[in-house]
């Protein structure tokens, strides 16, 4: 995982295979993702731990987005989740601790707990009418998967969807152009969702075919910016519907287990 501070002090930066434009020497990239989603800012009540938890974030740079702050499960500190990575902030806004905070006695990662609860939110500020959606009759289980056209595992596990649907799951795909939001590959993109059949498009893009180029009102910006919200790092990249994050392809009987295995601990 990049260490967060590369995030506070500068752009966004992701793995090779899923490489994000510098949103530092690319203006119109830049407008479009600080307008792509709505979601209000945080705040937090001046002079208390969270408000100053707040103001050493931002003071490391101002245009970092925060999506969640609470009372951390050690004394003394904050708990922040920022793009997909949980910091903890002392209560006097002077110390800053990146890392995992993993409880011994439980053996859990609380820190995963964190941003499984953040991810959760963040995945509903992208509507299932705006994803492409591969599903069963009566699916047991919804993934929701951040996916390229071009990218080798995103076509494995695309070649694999009808075993996936076979073992009761549903893929709801969301758009990460791994070059950014411009060139052949993001218009790619934008014509596999404007298509008159988007299913049948994103199939044809997957298997190296062409799809009629197309434009229209269209979520990409707002999916590829949500993409990095919630931490992503390479495509594909699969979302539980609890939030929970499993970067990079799993095939579908490991990912039917792993869901199994989510369910059961959940009850």
Known sequence: MK?????????????????????????????????????????????????RALEAIRSINPRIEVDAVQEAPIDGYQEVVVAGQVLYVSNDGRYLLQGSLFDVEQRRDLSQDALATVRKELMKLSPVEDRIVFAPEDPLYTVAVFTDVECAYCRRLHQEMDEYNRLGIAVEYLAFPRAGLEGDNYRKMVSVWCAEDPREAMTAAKSGGAVPERSCDNPIAEQYELGMRVGLQGTPLIVTEQGTQMPGYVPPAALREALDQMAGAAQ
């Not at 793995?15 to 020497?25: F, G, V």
């Not at 800012?41 to 208390?48: K, R, S």
């Open 3 to 51: 260490p967060l501070l590369v995030v506070l002090f500068g752009a966004f930066s992701l793995s090779a295979c899923a490489q994000a434009p510098d949103p530092e020497t690319d203006g119109t990239d830049a407008i479009a993702l600080e307008s792509a989603l709505e979601r209000p800012a945080i705040e937090a009540e001046p002079g208390t731990p969270e408000a």
